[in-house]
């Protein structure tokens, strides 16, 4: 079995700013999921903070160049999420 490990990302407002399709002033952030994306371990990554932070540009800017599968929760019940989520896993494939 592999270790477990996770890694909470807390993003505060006026950090992050896309002008013209450039994304920077996450750079620490970004260098954090690369590291738990090229480590040899399973790992989690919660990336959380108030509306309109970034979180959404920050996992997008991540995932490029990289094969993903990106799922974002809805307000629904959980056998829909997992639902929704088992569907993407299975058009990753």
Known sequence: MLPFYNVKIRLDTNYMKVVMNVFFGRNRELEQLNELYESNRFEYAAVYGNI??????????????????????????????????????????
């Open 52 to 93: 309109h932070v970034g979180k959404t540009t920050l996992i997008k800017e991540f995932c490029k160049g990289k094969r993903f599968i990106y799922y974002q929760v809805t307000n629904c019940d959980k056998d829909y999420n997992l639902a929704k989520l088992s569907e993407a896993i299975h058009d990753m494939l």
